[in-house]
């Protein structure tokens, strides 16, 4: 079975400054994705940024990056410049290559601090 | 843009009542999932489907069934709604080879008293 672990329920940030997002995952699964997903309060849950584990590269989209350890099974996302619409809940998840199926974390909820 | 709705933003039903809630996608998307969301627990599938009346239990399809009589609209039924179905409910869609790109509805908020 595959986990997906976030440690840090809650989290905040001074506007303008970095923050890093935890991520832990198990799976005996070679090939897979992992994906970074973002609630905004009231608001639908949109993709933030996608991994796939072949790709050694770290994925990044704008001011959102991850850092992907693949043999250490963790993949952290860092928002840069934090802006104050970064508030939500974000949530890591995986997916197996194959299948349809999201295992999600339990989210962790970032606040931006003006 | 791919769009997601559903049929109630938030719905408090009684114990014991029959509940269906609606999702619809106007992309034309094979797959349509059904998730629960609850705090500390994030999100859990309850049922998917991969083409009309084709359905899948997720991790958690007790207490609930699902319809899906056309491609572009997937119900989840709460039978007997009972107060540990209070919850939110999201609803996602993704083409059948594409299950990793999910467009996710805007939840459905359920209190169940």
């Known amino acids: 079975a595959q986990t997906v672990t976030q440690s840090q329920p809650e989290m905040s940030v001074q506007e303008a400054e970095t923050v890093t997002l935890s991520c832990t995952y198990d799976?005996?699964?070679?090939?897979?994705?992992l994906f970074w997903y973002k609630q905004p309060p009231s608001r639908q849950m949109i993709l933030v940024i996608r991994q796939e584990a072949y790709k050694q590269q770290n994925a990044t989209e704008n001011r959102f990056s991850v850092n992907f350890q693949k043999a250490a099974k963790s993949f952290s996302l860092k928002i840069s410049d934090s802006q104050l619409g970064d508030t939500a809940m974000y949530f890591c998840a995986f997916m197996k290559p194959a299948g349809n199926q999201f295992y999600f974390g339990t989210g962790t909820s970032l606040t931006v601090i003006p | 843009d791919v769009k997601v709705t559903q049929s109630s933003r938030y719905l408090v039903k009684r114990t014991g009542e029959k509940v269906f809630l609606e999702c619809v996608q106007d992309m034309d998307h094979e797959n349509m999932f059904w998730y629960r969301q609850d705090p500390g627990l994030g999100l859990r599938l309850i049922y998917f489907?991969?083409?009309?009346?084709?359905?899948e239990k997720g991790d958690i399809p007790e207490g609930y069934s699902v319809s899906r009589e056309k491609k572009e609209r997937f119900s989840l039924i709460l039978e007997s709604a009972s107060t540990n179905q209070t919850s939110m409910y999201l609803c996602a869609s993704s083409f059948w080879d594409r299950a990793y790109e999910q467009y996710f509805g805007p939840g459905t908020r359920l209190t169940v008293t």
């Open positions: 799976t005996s699964e070679n090939n897979y994705y």
């Open positions: 489907s991969y083409d009309v009346k084709m359905k």
